[in-house]
């Protein structure tokens, strides 16, 4: 494993052209935990959530995944007070088609009419007059997929959004989606203790899709003292959370992590991730060290 060291290290995370045409480094930042408790209301110290976007880009980061219902619209807000006017090379990635009525609940709602609102609103909290990636945060099984997508189409034709993704979906589902509106990313649960997402990633990548996995360092018992993730760690002066990472960015170049926190810190060390090289044995033992 070598750790070189550079002031933007999120740059040797290599870049991925979500449709094609659009490129972004592979080790992004998410900014669902900008909010307060229960990814609701505003964050305890606003402040703190303006330097850590701003460090984010500082590093290297040019892929920023957020959704209208962080807060919800909180997250939007505070990308465009840390950052607008935006670099040239930022992309930021929005979500719509989850509602929420208070902390930690979520439910899906795919009407069209609600997808086009929630796009206007985002597009105004965010400041931009077309969003690069707009993500269905869920497919709402009470609306047919058609009428979901056909809106974003719609959308897009207008060009208020330049590409479609999904999210936490089935490769049968990412099928559908296809036969309706040109698909570049998908996102669903996956790290190193979770990869029951495995057969999506497999899709993502024969298909040339960005993955784009959420809750990516779920380390859990893999870090406990002792554990596979800790004895590594410590062999190489490296954080678990950093090898998981390291590990995500090694397992497809399509993998595109989105590590969140809070935290400045917490941010820079995330981001060193990208510059940890595991070798064919230390990949492989990660990957088995879970049993799968």
Do not use: C
């Not at 719609?154 to 979906?169: A, M, P």
């Not at 698909?183 to 996956?190: A, R």
């Not at 999506?200 to 024969?206: G, K, N, S, T, W």
């Amino acid at each position: 494993m070598s750790t070189p060291s550079h002031t933007r290290p999120a740059e040797a995370s290599g870049t991925f052209s979500l449709g094609g045409d659009l490129p972004v480094r592979r080790l992004g930042y998410g900014a669902m935990q900008l909010t307060g408790p229960g990814i609701w209301g505003e964050p305890k110290d606003p402040d703190e959530a303006v330097r850590v976007l701003r460090r984010a880009v500082e590093l290297g980061v040019n892929f920023i995944d957020t959704a209208d219902s962080y807060g919800p619209f909180v997250s939007e807000q505070l990308i465009h007070k840390a950052l607008h006017p935006y670099p040239d090379d930022l992309v930021i990635a929005t979500k719509g088609g989850l509602t929420r009525s208070g902390p930690d609940d979520w439910r899906p709602v795919g009407r069209p009419e609600y997808l086009r609102q929630q796009t206007e609103l985002s597009l105004r909290h965010l400041g931009l007059e077309r969003i690069d990636l707009y993500q269905l945060h869920r497919i709402d099984p009470k609306v047919p997929l058609a009428d979901q997508l056909g809106e974003l189409v719609l959308l897009q034709q207008e060009g208020k959004i330049r590409h479609i993704g999904l999210s936490e979906v089935t490769v049968e589902q990412i099928g559908q989606a296809r036969e309706i509106a040109e698909i570049v990313s998908v996102q669903n649960l996956y790290n190193l203790a979770n990869r029951d997402a495995e057969d999506v990633l497999d899709h993502a990548e024969r298909e040339n899709l960005g993955f784009i996995p959420w809750f990516p360092m779920a380390t859990g018992e893999l870090a406990r003292p002792g554990g596979p993730l800790d004895s590594a760690a410590k062999q190489h002066g490296a954080s678990p959370s950093q090898l998981a990472l390291a590990w995500l960015l090694r397992r497809s170049p399509v993998m595109l992590p989105i590590p969140g926190t809070s935290r400045v810190a917490h941010l820079e060390e995330n981001v060193a991730a990208a510059e940890i090289t595991l070798s064919d044995e230390e990949y492989t033992a990660l990957a088995e060290s879970v049993g799968a």
